[in-house]
């Protein structure tokens, strides 16, 4: 292009962006999604050899010289002094960040523990070893972490257990064990154990990190098993407005009946009992303990918390039932500020074998407060006419006569009718 002495050349604002912005020639963009094919589910599918691949290259202006590297559409064929992006190579790089190969499953850490169920004692112990890779949660880059426990099904406030607080620190190392005492092997047959990684905050409410669920029908009695599992977020609960319309009703239904189901028979901890019956003694033989129904309150365990410190003052009180002469009452001694009370007291009711058939032994523990009513805590009921391991361990009882027979029993938080809150 020449031009003469004295005159002015002018370049319009097309041309100007033309040169600068696209060199050669201006080739229509079709979408956005041309360049992120793979982030748009309406995107045209992409042959192997697109018409318009992508590239990093220089742009070359109208004097020949070099100028910023841009992101520009070139004709099949072309090649640049840059790099080249194509658009398969976009989507293969996305398909090996998404793989099973990926650190995705580990965003949030991993846990490492062991679980061993001693069958003699009725316990459950949990060593907490350690964590890695955990989530930073802090400002610093870092976590304050500790674990929970907490068995499934059951009140959370009554089986809660904690580990210690790691500060400052996304590899913590605890080797710390938590105990359960009073697990049955129904329990391990029907139980699941949470463990959920939180992070502590002194000036704020604790944070949390992910959790790992355990089944603890895969823990064989007297084994200890290891497990290596990956934190994750705690399932969603299904929202009715996710839902149809036509199931948004049934779904409400349906999740106050759980809710009432739950609360009906949520656990308030767990209560050991020793049952014996001594026939009374014959006549010229030495007589020893009298004839009657003994009963022994040993302990509780994993009580729920019913004082604002997070404990209880619990004491435990026994009927039996038909009470006509008002006079089976008995208390144990008030224990203060635990939730795994030691009692180890022992009462007794002079009765025969063939009247103790028609009774029911009811047990109730509460919560002592000065000046107030006492709190209701959780109670069971042992007879003939109940089920499950109430009615198994009073059964036990009367067949065998001069044993004395252990179990640990679940306490519900169902009133009985008869209790009183004296």
Request: aromatic residues 6%; contains cysteine.
């Amino acid at each position: 292009m020449t031009v003469r002495k004295g005159k002015k050349l002018t370049i319009s604002i097309q041309e100007h962006m033309a040169i600068d912005v696209c060199p050669g020639p201006i080739r229509p963009i079709r979408q956005i999604s041309a360049y992120f094919p793979r982030l748009s589910p309406t995107a045209e599918p992409i042959s192997p050899n697109p018409a318009f691949p992508l590239a990093l290259s220089p742009g070359v202006g109208a004097s020949g010289g070099t100028s910023r590297s841009l992101l520009s559409p070139l004709q099949a064929g072309a090649r640049g002094g840059g790099g080249t992006l194509s658009a398969a190579s976009s989507i293969e790089t996305s398909v090996d960040i998404c793989s099973s190969d990926s650190d995705d499953s580990t965003a949030l850490g991993t846990l490492e523990f062991e679980l061993r169920y001693e069958r003699a004692t009725s316990s459950l112990h949990c060593t907490i070893i350690r964590a890695k890779g955990l989530k930073p949660m802090d400002f610093n880059g870092l976590a304050d972490p500790y674990v929970k426990l907490h068995l499934l099904p059951g009140a959370c406030k009554a089986n809660k257990l904690k580990t210690k607080t790691i500060r400052n620190s996304l590899n913590p190392v605890w080797n710390e064990t938590l105990t359960y005492i009073g697990i049955t092997e129904e329990d391990m047959h029907r139980k699941t154990l949470r463990l959920s990684v939180c992070d502590e905050d002194k000036l704020t409410h604790n944070e949390f990190i992910g959790e790992s669920r355990v089944a603890l029908r895969r823990v064989k009695p007297d084994q200890t098993k290891r497990f290596y599992t990956c934190l994750e977020h705690p399932p969603p609960f299904p929202s009715p407005t996710a839902m149809g319309a036509a199931l948004r009703g049934i779904s409400c239904y349906l999740r106050e009946w759980e809710n009432e189901q739950l609360t009906s028979l949520e656990e308030r901890g767990r209560l050991l009992l020793s049952l014996q019956f001594l026939a009374p003694p014959a006549e010229g033989e030495t007589e020893g303990r009298r004839g009657g129904l003994y009963v022994g309150v040993l302990r509780c365990a994993h009580l729920a918390a019913m004082d604002v410190n997070g404990f209880s003052d619990p004491y435990v009180k026994i009927y039996l039932k038909p009470d006509v002469k008002k006079k089976s009452k008995h208390k144990t001694a008030v224990i203060k500020k635990t939730l795994n009370p030691e009692f180890n007291e022992e009462f007794f009711y002079e009765i025969s074998l063939s009247e103790l058939v028609h009774k029911t032994l009811e047990v109730t523990v509460w919560d002592y407060d000065l000046g107030r009513s006492n709190d209701f805590i959780g109670g069971v009921c042992l007879s003939c006419h109940v089920q499950g391991d109430a009615l198994r361990h009073w059964m036990d009882c009367l067949r065998n006569k001069g044993q004395r027979v252990e179990r640990w029993h679940i306490l519900t938080n169902e009133l009985p009718q008869t209790a009183c809150h004296d």
